[in-house]
């Protein structure tokens, strides 16, 4: 693993390990395992930039780290404000490509919405971020990096934390990218990191169902489930992925994640589209879907972006649906828009990067044709 982190860059970036990856790493050069939670504390929460400042380390590491490591952070090439307080950060990578992150302060909270890959690959209907394609995923330190730049330009004092909760929501499918986003969501939670508790930090999944079974071997972090349909043959229609891996099959990997946890609870993602999957029978349908599994649901007003086919349902159609989920017992609530002025809300974000799949032109070019 170490030998496929220094082709990547002469160097090897340490933001690329978890401690215990770094551990590792220590150990496999001759030195003490506990030196990783040092060096963790003086990158993350200190955010040091060089291996000078690092005091209670070793002189002999020290020099050895220089001349093998770096401390490197993707390029914060954009810094955007909401009207309503949301923040847009545009970040390079070294190839490149930008991808997004945004944080959304509340009065009792400051969530970051963190990306797991350039553009996305499952081509969600409804989704902005499908709409433009895949390139690649992201590394553990482009992951990380997100949260990096965003606790060390927020955060006013060593011990602030303007990051409280973490939602894997940003552009990309996080279990696609399985080892880099847990490697990364363990930084998220290490104490000498950002401690973010489990109960804060959420994954989004379109649903990849055998990852889930994965992710539940290696960690306890919240889950949602981008559901938005109560049937195989609507849910087919705007996430392809259902062709794959349809409702019965997610819903039994969703009652696995949390059964040795019965407190705990799924977020089910419903996006409201107009006409399409917001009328009354539809709520009747997920009533019956959802009676036997832990979860609350979580409404989305549709968010528009350009060249899109969707509108956002009416606020007394979601309104209605709402209540009929609640009368049967379900607990709901609507998701409150956020920095859409700054194209920041779900499912707005689209970074800046080359399509590999070559979707976006394909949609571009169906677009004209329709003109
Ligand atoms: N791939 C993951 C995470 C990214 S999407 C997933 O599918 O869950 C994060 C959330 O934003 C999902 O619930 C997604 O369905 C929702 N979303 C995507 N596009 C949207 C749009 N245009 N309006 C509102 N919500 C959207």
Redesign the pocket.
């Known amino acids: 693993m170490v030998k496929q982190l220094a082709i990547d860059h002469e160097k090897i970036n340490l933001l690329n390990f978890d401690r215990s990856g770094l551990a590792e790493y220590f150990v496999s050069i001759g030195e003490a395992s506990y030196r990783a939670t040092q060096v963790i504390q003086w990158v993350h929460q200190l955010g040091a930039k060089n291996f000078d400042v690092m005091t209670n380390v070793s002189k002999s590491l020290r020099l050895r780290l220089a001349e093998r490591c770096e401390i490197r952070v993707p390029e914060l090439v954009m810094d955007r404000l909401s009207q309503d307080g949301t923040r847009k950060f545009l970040l390079k990578l070294s190839c490149g490509n930008c991808v997004e992150t945004v944080f959304i302060p509340e009065e009792d909270r400051g969530t970051l ?1 963190v990306s ?1 890959q350039v553009g ?1 690959s ?1 081509n ?1 209907t ?5 709409s433009q394609g895949y390139n690649r995923d992201l590394s553990t330190s482009e992951i990380i990096g997100q949260v990096y730049l965003a606790h060390h330009l927020m955060a006013t004092q060593v011990k602030s934390r303007p990051i409280t909760n973490i ?9 696609l990218n399985f080892d880099n986003v847990v490697a990364a969501m363990n930084l998220m939670q290490d104490d000498f990191a950002y401690g973010i508790s489990k109960y804060r930090l959420t994954l ?4 990849v169902v055998p990852r889930i079974y994965d992710l539940a071997k290696v960690s306890h972090v919240a889950l ?3 559901l ?1 349909a109560p049937n195989d043959v609507l849910r087919s229609e705007i ?1 392809p992925l259902n062709k794959k891996y349809p409702i019965a099959e997610l819903m039994q990997a969703c009652q696995f994640y949390f059964k040795d946890a019965p407190r705990r609870h799924i977020t089910m ?1 419903y ?1 409201m589209l107009k006409g399409v999957n917001d009328q009354p029978q539809h709520a009747r349908e997920l009533v019956q879907l959802l009676r036997d599994i832990h979860c609350k649901v ?1 409404l ?6 350009p060249g ?1 086919k ?1 509108e ?1 349902s009416d606020r007394l159609t979601i309104e209605r649906f709402r209540d009929m989920l609640m009368q049967a017992g379900l607990q709901t609530m609507t ?1 409150k ?1 956020r920095g859409d002025d700054i194209d920041a ?4 974000l689209a970074g800046e990067f080359t399509d590999r799949t070559k979707r976006s032109a394909k949609l571009a070019k169906i677009a004209i044709q329709a003109q």
């Open positions: 919405c797991s996305c499952l969600c409804f989704c902005s971020t499908g939602v894997m929501m940003g552009m990309g499918e996080p279990l989004s999944t379109a649903g949602a489930i981008s938005h996430v993602e996006v979580n989305i007003p549709f968010n528009p972006f899109t969707y956002c998701r828009t809300a779900c499912g707005q």
